[in-house]
């Protein structure tokens, strides 16, 4: 649509233009003598017509359009840097024209939604497994044929982009949360949750952290908080017996769900953890080792290493007998049902992407474990890959169905009210009731 | 000026008031450049630029035209474009409708980007737009098909390399040299079937065939070129039996057999399910129109895997925005707070400003050019800015306002603390809107008024109540009532400092204690529930109707006003 827009604006741009060539022709004046009118004021106008086309794409992120090539790649900015160099390759090989466009991760679903079907999204882009409910209900993504490299991709990736029996996506990496200590105030990784509870706030009483254990709670984070749901017990969908959720089974005011939010209520009381971290909070906190604990996952690591903190990634010890399991995601390339040409997308999936070079790139511009074996190998001896990986193996893929759209938001809302110290039981019994509502509309 | 002299003719908006005699000078100049313009205007020149931008607005005009049929848009778009590219060029090619002439530009940007999207979200209200219901029709059966492609489970797999006739890269036939490697068994494939290897003579060079039966191996630029003639191509497994199915390509360097097993009937207006093995159909999914889905008549529910199409559903999203117990439920308690966001945030800036206003209106005051470059400061800054870093102040464990005070207040927690802080922040965004506005207007109150005063003995109180805002209002009233307006749908000081929080505790749909009308519909467009557009112009168009209703209100109270003054 916006392109449309545009054009409209630079049609009506080079109308004030005529406008104003024309004014002074203008017969009833000129007839008599030779100065009608309309000065100034039209060069105005005229003046305006570069403006109007050249609206910088930082100020106004509507603007993003699709770019004119044979191929279009949206990707977010960690990983556009590194798509270039084989997009370019690709390009010079293959004798097309290859763009990858910057669209901010979390923008990159909807505007996928609203621009393909007109023709103005991409053909491949960057995106998480568990957008796919949402894509496929839209009639925007298409499935390929990854048979022919299946194979070398971890399996669980392969799952992921998995819907309704079809494959929808190439993945490259996996993602999951773990718990990040801080080796120089915790040399040694705790065997029990109790133990982290000890000696953080020992740390914490002798002055030494301002906080024992950081996630991001402000606002609240579902998602990082999975960990302790499935600790004790709680669940979001049930599982049929293959692995696939059951948008009829809703567990958020589960018995499980609500210790969860029990314990973390008593934590915030405790002083072990606090409601008013905000994600950039917790890096600086971690960061500035005024915290001994993060909870986070691989995409914080870059800014802790900047930082110049000594650490490790632990999987998530067990709480009072449970084994917390975080919810794991897989980032992919997908298909636009609506892509200039289907061919070209694959191809460079297939015979660019699904390369261990490639994976390997991918991986050094944003470390997440890359989803092809062979890849994973090269880079699984690195501690924190390591790390990520067994906080991992037990853990759930994140439910792809859409109704989890319907589930965040009250999710959330449940979590804030729980951390200001409303009983977890009814608001959760809240949450879960607006969300079977809105499944069920 | 000699020129000026001469005595031009009134122009068409017909002679002006007269203004007082320092605009005379202005006026003169005016007529002073009209001579070159006018000149520039009849000059040969002249007419070849006029000529030049209107060929260029017809060539923009027409690609424009091309595209939305390449795009495959209803016939009624290109047309009316047409007729309004048509229209224009009418307007400005001939002489006169001189009116006309300026006019246009401003009318076109009014059915852009106002009456266009009113009508576009009227139209939206009355329609099942959502992700689920995201394309057309002819989208929607396309989508259908497309992924329903299936490969029979023991069909071969090709590695291939695509083929040209060398002595016409651009139409001459293509192929493709297929291995089957699980076989070890080579082809050569055309649209007529597979020919082996070994009846086709291929020369090969370095292990790689590039040559057989006068197709040669096809560089990949040259394939690029064909890349939709290699999209379609078909070859059939065993071309006198149709059911072992066609070879198709998966990448330029894939193929294997795949088919749909779905097909559109049109007579029946339905989805057909295939067998593939027996051909035979084995359900059939009509269409609902009402709905925007294919149904199975089994359950009664859309089938799986097909999208949706955008189709009218009349008062559907009427009905259940005024029913829905999820929508209704908090939108008493949003609208209320609305109006006290939007009225707080009006008076106070306008207090705040005018205070200040007044204040270094005053001449005892060192400076005042300074401070008041100061004040706009945060006008000058961008709100998303801003808001951020303001969000971060508030913070109550970790934020600057809770270091310096007292105590751990709740800025942005506790229900109430986050509305005052909403419109604390919103204040500060807003006063120097009002300052420069309202210090504009008090220059306009002429001194002896309030030297009058003074002289009957009037105080400072007194002459703020009787001469300063009632002749402020006049010039203020119309700002006062935009303002109120722009705040009822302040969606950046809600969205971005609170984002609707806290949380209304027991609410029927997600929604918090800030939220006001606009950014509960974004809830619901984007939201929980995921995109519901329809549902959300509904909601947009009752504040839109709120909006006006206030403001046919306000302006029918502002005139008066006015009226006094003149």
């Not at chain 2, 800036?349 to 300074?370: H, Q, V, W």
């Amino acid at each position: 649509m916006s392109a449309v827009l545009r054009a409209f604006a630079l049609l009506v741009a080079l109308l004030l233009l005529v406008a104003a060539c024309e004014a002074e022709e203008d017969p009833d004046e000129v007839a008599e003598e030779p100065e009608p009118e309309e000065p100034e004021e039209e060069e105005e106008p005229e003046e305006e017509e570069p403006e109007e086309e050249e609206e910088p794409d930082e100020e106004e992120p509507e603007e993003i359009v699709r770019e004119e090539a044979d191929l279009v790649i949206w990707a977010d900015d960690t990983r556009t840097p590194a798509l270039e160099p084989f997009a370019e390759d690709f390009g010079d090989e293959e004798g097309v024209e290859v763009a990858v466009q910057e669209v901010p991760f979390d923008e990159i679903d909807e505007r996928v939604i609203d621009s393909a079907p007109a023709g103005e999204g991409p053909d491949i882009f960057i995106g998480a497994h568990d957008w796919l409910g949402r894509l496929v209900d839209a009639g925007v993504v298409t499935s390929i044929d990854v048979s022919g490299i299946e194979d070398e991709l971890v399996d669980v990736s392969v799952e992921a982009f998995t819907f309704d029996g079809a494959q929808y996506g190439l993945p490259y990496a996996t993602e999951n949360t773990g718990l990040i200590r801080n080796t120089e105030l915790v040399p040694d990784a705790p065997e029990t949750w109790d133990e982290v509870v000890e000696v953080g706030t020992q740390l914490q009483d002798d002055g030494e952290v301002e906080l024992p254990l950081v996630l991001p709670t402000e606002p609240a984070d579902p998602y990082h908080n999975y960990p302790f749901v499935t600790a004790y017990d709680g669940y979001v969908f049930g599982q049929e017996e293959d692995g696939t959720y059951d948008p009829t089974d809703l567990g958020i005011d589960s018995e499980g769900t609500i210790a969860a939010g029990e314990a973390m209520q008593g934590w915030i009381e405790d002083d072990f953890i606090s409601a008013d971290v905000s994600y950039d909070l917790m890096i600086d906190q971690f960061s500035s080792a005024d915290a001994a604990f993060a909870l986070t996952g691989p995409w914080a690591l870059p800014d802790f290493d900047d930082a110049d903190v000594e650490y490790e990634v632990d999987p998530f010890p067990e709480i009072e007998g449970g084994t917390p399991q975080p919810f794991v995601g897989v980032q992919g390339f997908m298909v636009s049902a609506f892509a200039e040409s289907e061919l070209l997308a694959e191809t460079f999936l297939v015979d660019y992407m699904a390369t261990q070079e490639a994976q390997l790139e991918m991986f050094d511009a944003d470390p997440r474990p890359p989803a092809m074996e062979s890849a994973f190998e090269e880079v699984a001896d690195d501690p924190n890959i390591e790390g990520f990986g067994e906080a991992g193996i037990e853990g759930q893929p994140m439910p792809a169905i859409p109704e989890m759209d319907s589930v965040w938001e009250a999710w959330t809302d449940g979590y804030e009210l729980i951390y200001e110290g409303e009983d977890p039981e009814e608001a959760f019994g809240t949450a879960a009731e607006q969300i079977r509502e809105l499944i069920g509309e | 000026m000699s020129q000026a002299a001469g005595g031009s003719g009134p122009g068409p908006s017909g002679p002006g008031p007269l203004g007082p005699p320092s605009q005379e000078s202005l006026g003169a100049r005016f007529q002073a450049q009209r001579g070159w313009w006018s000149r520039f205007g009849d000059s040969a020149l002249g007419v070849v630029v006029k000529l030049a931008a209107l060929a260029a607005f017809i060539a923009l005009a027409l690609a424009m035209i091309v595209r939305m049929v390449s795009l495959g848009a209803p016939m009624w778009a290109p047309a009316l474009t047409g007729l309004a590219t048509l229209g224009i060029v009418w307007v400005y090619l001939g002489r006169g409708k001189l009116p006309l002439k300026y006019l246009v530009p401003g009318l076109a940007f009014l059915v852009l980007f106002q009456l266009f999207p009113f009508g576009y979200t009227i139209y939206i209200a009355f329609t099942n737009y959502s992700i689920a219901n995201n394309l057309s029709y002819e989208q929607s059966i396309e989508r259908g098909i497309a992924e329903s492609m299936q490969t029979p489970e023991d069909a071969p797999e090709f590695s291939v390399t695509p083929m040209i006739e060398p002595d016409d890269l651009e139409q001459g036939e293509i192929a493709l040299w297929m291995v089957d490697e699980e076989d070890d068994e080579e082809f050569l494939g055309t649209a007529d079937g597979l020919q082996p290897a070994e009846e086709v003579d291929p020369v090969v060079e370095d292990g790689e065939v590039v040559e057989a039966e006068g197709f040669e191996r096809a560089s990949l630029g040259d394939a690029q070129d064909r890349l939709e003639d290699f999209e379609e191509l078909r070859i059939p497994l065993d071309p006198d039996d149709e059911e072992t199915g066609e070879v198709r390509l998966v990448t330029l360097s894939r193929a294997s057999v795949s088919e749909p097993t779905r097909q559109f009937d049109e007579e029946r207006d339905a989805l057909v399910q295939i067998d593939l093995d027996t051909g035979e159909e084995e359900a059939v999914y009509p269409a609902d129109h009402d709905r925007g889905f294919f149904i199975d008549p089994d359950t009664g529910q859309r089938i799986a895997g097909v999208p949706g199409w955008r189709t009218w559903i009349g008062a559907d999203n009427w009905v259940r925005a005024f029913t829905s117990e999820t929508i209704r439920g908090p939108f008493l308690q949003v609208l209320v707070w609305t109006y006290i966001f939007a009225g707080a945030s009006t008076l106070l800036t306008f207090a705040l400003g005018l205070g200040l206003a007044i204040t270094f209106n005053e001449s005892r005051i060192k400076g005042r050019k300074l401070w008041r470059a100061l004040l706009i400061i945060p006008y000058a800054l961008p709100t998303f800015l801003t808001a951020l870093i303001w969000r971060g102040m508030m913070n109550r464990s970790f934020g600057v306002l809770n270091d310096i005070l007292p105590g751990q207040i709740p800025w942005l927690v506790d229900p109430t603390w986050a509305q005052f802080s909403v419109i604390l922040v919103n204040l500060w965004f807003g006063f120097p809107y009002m300052f420069l506005i309202t210090f504009g207007a008090l220059q306009s109150i002429p001194a002896d008024l309030y030297e009058a005063a003074k002289v009957d003995g009037a105080g400072p109180v007194g002459r703020l109540r009787r001469i300063t805002l009632p002749l402020l209002l006049v010039t203020t009233a119309p700002v006062l009532l935009a303002t109120f307006a722009f705040n009822f749908n302040n969606f950046n000081a809600i969205f971005l400092v609170t984002g609707g929080n806290p949380p209304i505790s027991g609410a029927a749909t997600p929604v918090g204690h800030t939220d006001i009308l606009i950014s509960y519909t974004y809830r619901i467009a984007f939201g929980a529930g995921g995109g519901d557009y329809g549902l959300a112009s509904v909601v947009a168009l009752v504040t839109f109707a709120m909006v006006a209703i206030i403001s046919v209100f306000a302006f029918r109270y502002i005139r008066p006003l006015e009226e006094v003054y003149q």
